[in-house]
């Protein structure tokens, strides 16, 4: 970020989001750069009290969505059909 201050729109219970993306023009024209920041905690005191919360960068930028227990994990190399013979080798005869 440039320095500037941004304003955080907080939530219907006083707190600001756990994902904050800011957009960033391109100097060229392009399509904006999204930078993704995620609120982590603080710190902790002496007596293991936390803190409170800042929001720290996020290199891959992902969006995080609700963890179902059924949900499948993220594969970075998932491929949707690639081509025709992706699948096992048919074993007819």
């Given amino acids: 970020m440039d320095g500037r201050v941004l304003p955080v729109l907080l939530g219907p219970t006083g707190r600001?989001?756990?994902?904050?993306?800011i957009?960033?023009?391109d100097a060229a024209g392009g399509p904006p750069t999204v930078l993704v920041y995620r609120l982590?905690?603080?710190g902790h005191s002496r007596m293991g009290?936390?803190?409170?919360?800042?929001?720290?960068?996020d290199p891959e930028g992902k969006i995080g969505g609700l963890k179902w227990p059924w949900s499948k994990p993220d594969r970075p190399n998932d491929r949707l059909n690639d081509g025709p013979n992706d699948g096992p080798?048919?074993?007819?005869?």
Wanted: charged residues 25%; without cysteine.
């Fill in 40 to 42: 982590v905690p603080r």
């Fill in 49 to 57: 009290i936390q803190k409170g919360w800042k929001y720290a960068y």
């Fill in 89 to 93: 080798a048919d074993t007819e005869g």
């Fill in 16 to 21: 600001p989001p756990k994902t904050y993306r």
């Fill in 23 to 25: 957009p960033v023009p």
